[in-house]
């Protein structure tokens, strides 16, 4: 998972800079709008909204199209679309486990985007129950090392909220403990001080698949087309990838 999560953290950066900027804006919109409809609009009484809310002004979103967004979620404002959320089980390259989660309001369209994504890029849809074992929720943290902060640091501030494991990812740290403790593990750093990237609940997977320098550009380039489609939001694969293979990917 290391590879895996030290290309997502890389990623992130790049995105920020990119051409497709305005799609991951509107992804980050979007989970703000939901997380308000779900709880309600404010992010002191609603975790999952806060966190979404943090994730978007870290990514470079406007202030007023995040309060526009909880508005819209929250009721206050119109214009709020009817977003349902879906998991696809599917099968990557190589055998990869994918996990494909869909934010939408068109449940054929998004269907469509993904299974003609799949089906051009060496993956395909897997049967109900085949690949979600594989995976579990946890409350995952990431912490830049640009921000001076060390192990010892982290280890300090999180252990009594929760914090499972303390993962180095190269540029970042990343936190792993249960989904119901994150909330007491980023309050802790905000205690203590401490910055942080993100706060999130992904999927996680229980078991890897090695990837050689072949399979890895097959994986990304899937992964790379199913985020260019509109109403995918995350994508979870229990894919491993070795420092030197994302070396030879210039990553």
């Not at 909880?70 to 998991?87: H, Y």
């Not at 999180?158 to 190269?170: Q, R, T, W």
């Not at 119901?180 to 942080?196: F, I």
Request: aromatic share 6%; with cysteine; glycine share 8%.
């Amino acid at each position: 998972m290391s590879g895996h999560s030290k290309w997502a953290t890389t990623k992130h950066k790049k995105a920020v800079i990119d051409a497709k900027r305005g799609k991951m804006f509107a992804k980050l919109i979007k989970n703000v709008e939901v997380a308000a409809r779900i709880g309600g609009g404010d992010p002191t009484g609603n975790p999952t909204l806060y966190d979404a809310i943090q994730k978007a002004k870290k990514s470079s979103v406007p202030n007023d199209n995040i309060d526009r967004a909880v508005k819209r979620g929250s009721g206050l404002e119109a214009g709020g679309a009817d977003w349902q959320t879906i998991v696809y089980e599917a099968y990557g390259p190589n055998g990869v486990a994918m996990l494909i989660e869909c934010l939408t309001d068109n449940r054929n369209r998004a269907a469509t985007e993904v299974r003609t994504a799949l089906t051009r890029n060496g993956g395909a849809f897997a049967g109900a129950g085949s690949v979600n074992y594989m995976f579990s929720r946890k409350g995952v943290v990431i912490v830049q090392k640009a921000d001076g902060v060390s192990e010892d640091d982290l280890m300090l501030a999180v252990l009594d909220a929760g914090a499972e494991e303390i993962n180095d990812l190269g540029e970042s740290f990343e936190i792993v403990s249960e989904p119901t403790d994150l909330v007491a593990v980023r309050t802790a750093l905000q205690d203590a001080g401490l910055d942080y990237e993100s706060a999130e609940s992904p999927l996680v997977p229980s078991m890897t698949v090695a990837v050689d320098e072949d399979a890895a550009r097959k994986v990304f380039k899937l992964i790379d087309v199913l985020e260019d489609c509109d109403d995918v939001q995350n994508i979870y694969a229990n894919f491993d990838v070795s420092d030197e293979t994302l070396a030879l990917l210039d990553m």
